[in-house]
């Protein structure tokens, strides 16, 4: 196995934790003023569509007795009655909304060429008045985030423009950096892993699959530090992303070999909130969320702010986890959601006796090597992130310059 990663793998000292790659092609100058004008955007092919994941509810009803996975009987992981009750996890579901994607570009204006993704909403024509809220409070965010030229994160999609149809769609139209999604190239690298595997592609060296896991592991730590970076600067702008998962980053390549180019992109913001002090309690949004906050305790806008960025982190801990496990196991072997339930029904979101179970298991090597790197510090953040009591995870600037996050890991094994 390669005892470091080449010189141009490296992480650099710099704010973030890695060194900055020259880009192959420079984009164009960008601005913060949106085009409202569809005579200034060219629809191209449709590209498909999906829903939303949102959180639904909030319960701790969902635990139950554990469940008896591969025989465990008795987990025998001390938590008492109240400690159970406090145990409150997000409660996953799919909302009705459906978007539509297009490819197109930009043939007016200053930004003349841009290659361009359009998302398209259902209008309230469509009895769709959900998708209305969505698509005003995914642009007023974007808009919000884009207002100063000189403060834009490249780790969130750019939002280039929006209009609306004279059917009532509401169309939002972004810079095209990438089309792939986080989870599309969780799926594409554990497909490919069982090909190797069943021998439907030439075999690998050890030495040549060792280089490839090498450049595997910087893959995905890049993609979590630059899906951390977005999120902490919506956090430093009192937004919340309140749907953050695998398929609300949006990728510029899919390559392993490709790491050192590699930006991850937030995006899906329908259901961000904002968290100003003025304006935490209110949306329409976000009456889950707050309803969430009341039954963890949190009375005051103070401590209801401090949960809703705590919620977030508990979403992006379950991104770490899936990111640290799909991508290193054949297909089939485990999803998210299987995942998901493992940490919190069966073992409580107690990692380190989750760990325990996926020693076991040679199925999940790497997925526990990959974790245990850095003397297991990525059970250390996950435990963290995932800790039941909300007002002990970390905030996003610890998790981005937490070890793992930074790539250091990397370079001492």
Same mark, same amino acid.
């Given at each position: 196995?390669?005892?470091?990663?080449?010189?141009?793998?490296?992480?650099?000292?710099? +704010?973030?934790?890695?060194?900055?790659?020259?880009?192959?092609?420079?984009l164009?100058p960008v601005?913060a003023?949106?085009?409202?004008?569809p005579?200034?955007?060219?629809?191209g092919?449709?590209?498909?569509?999906?829903?939303?994941?949102?959180?639904?509810?909030?319960?701790?009803?969902?635990?139950?007795?554990?469940?008896?996975?591969?025989g465990?009987? !008795?987990?025998?992981?001390?938590?008492?009655a109240?400690?159970?009750?406090?145990?409150?996890?997000?409660?996953?579901?799919?909302?009705?909304?459906?978007?539509?994607?297009?490819?197109g570009r930009?043939?007016?204006?200053?930004?003349?060429?841009?290659?361009?993704?359009?998302?398209?909403?259902?209008?309230?024509? $469509?009895?769709?008045?959900?998708a209305?809220l969505?698509?005003?409070?995914?642009?007023?965010? +974007? /808009?919000?985030l884009?207002?100063?030229a000189?403060?834009?994160?490249?780790?969130?999609?750019?939002?280039?423009?929006?209009?609306?149809? $004279?059917?009532?769609?509401?169309?939002?139209?972004?810079?095209?950096?990438?089309?792939y999604?986080?989870a599309?190239?969780?799926?594409?690298?554990?497909?490919?892993?069982?090909?190797?595997?069943?021998g439907d592609?030439? *075999? &690998?060296?050890?030495?040549?699959?060792? #280089?490839?896991?090498?450049?595997?592991?910087? *893959?995905?730590?890049?993609?979590?530090?630059? /899906?951390?970076?977005?999120?902490? +600067?919506? =956090?430093? +702008?009192?937004?919340? =992303?309140?749907?953050?998962?695998?398929?609300? %980053?949006?990728?510029?390549?899919?390559?392993?070999?490709?790491g050192?180019y590699?930006?991850?992109?937030?995006?899906?913001?329908?259901?961000?909130?904002?968290?100003?002090?003025?304006?935490?309690?209110?949306?329409?949004?976000?009456?889950?969320?707050?309803r969430?906050?009341?039954? @963890?305790?949190?009375?005051?806008?103070l401590e209801k702010?401090? *949960?809703? %960025?705590a919620d977030?982190?508990?979403?992006?801990?379950?991104?770490?986890?899936y990111?640290?496990?799909?991508?290193f196991?054949?297909?089939?072997?485990? !999803?998210?959601?299987?995942?998901?339930?493992?940490?919190?029904?069966t073992?409580r979101?107690?990692i380190?006796? @989750?760990?325990? #179970?996926?020693?076991?298991?040679?199925?999940?090597?790497?997925?526990v090597?990959f974790?245990?790197?850095?003397?297991? $510090?990525? &059970?250390?953040?996950?435990?963290?992130?995932?800790n039941?009591?909300y007002?002990?995870?970390? %905030?996003?600037?610890?998790?981005?310059? =937490?070890? *793992?996050i930074?790539?250091?890991?990397l370079?001492? #094994?």
């Amino acid at each position: 196995m390669l005892k470091a990663l080449p010189a141009r793998f490296l992480p650099s000292p710099e +704010h973030g934790g890695w060194r900055r790659r020259p880009r192959r092609g420079s984009l164009q100058p960008v601005s913060a003023a949106l085009m409202t004008n569809p005579a200034y955007f060219e629809v191209g092919r449709f590209l498909g569509g999906y829903g939303f994941m949102n959180i639904t509810s909030y319960s701790s009803s969902q635990f139950g007795e554990p469940s008896n996975v591969a025989g465990i009987q !008795d987990l025998g992981l001390g938590y008492s009655a109240e400690e159970l009750e406090s145990l409150r996890v997000q409660d996953i579901g799919e909302g009705e909304v459906t978007i539509r994607l297009y490819e197109g570009r930009v043939v007016q204006g200053p930004l003349r060429g841009t290659q361009a993704v359009f998302k398209v909403y259902p209008g309230a024509r $469509a009895g769709a008045s959900e998708a209305d809220l969505m698509a005003l409070n995914e642009l007023r965010t +974007h /808009a919000f985030l884009q207002s100063d030229a000189s403060d834009i994160c490249d780790n969130i999609q750019f939002l280039l423009g929006a209009f609306e149809t $004279a059917t009532g769609e509401q169309w939002l139209a972004f810079r095209d950096d990438g089309k792939y999604s986080a989870a599309d190239y969780a799926k594409i690298t554990s497909e490919r892993q069982l090909k190797e595997q069943s021998g439907d592609m030439p *075999f &690998w060296n050890p030495f040549n699959r060792a #280089y490839k896991l090498e450049l595997r592991r910087y *893959f995905v730590l890049k993609l979590l530090n630059g /899906a951390m970076s977005g999120l902490l +600067h919506m =956090h430093n +702008h009192d937004r919340l =992303h309140q749907s953050l998962g695998p398929s609300s %980053i949006i990728l510029n390549t899919v390559m392993d070999k490709e790491g050192p180019y590699l930006v991850p992109r937030l995006r899906d913001l329908a259901f961000s909130v904002d968290i100003g002090y003025s304006s935490v309690g209110a949306g329409a949004l976000s009456d889950g969320l707050w309803r969430r906050a009341s039954a @963890a305790g949190a009375s005051t806008p103070l401590e209801k702010r401090a *949960f809703g %960025i705590a919620d977030d982190i508990y979403g992006a801990g379950l991104l770490v986890a899936y990111m640290a496990f799909i991508p290193f196991c054949e297909a089939g072997t485990v !999803d998210g959601i299987s995942l998901q339930r493992l940490l919190e029904r069966t073992f409580r979101l107690d990692i380190y006796a @989750a760990r325990e #179970y996926c020693l076991a298991d040679d199925r999940l090597s790497e997925a526990v090597n990959f974790l245990d790197l850095g003397d297991g $510090a990525g &059970w250390e953040l996950l435990q963290a992130m995932l800790n039941p009591d909300y007002p002990k995870r970390p %905030i996003a600037k610890a998790v981005l310059n =937490h070890r *793992f996050i930074t790539g250091a890991v990397l370079r001492n #094994y």
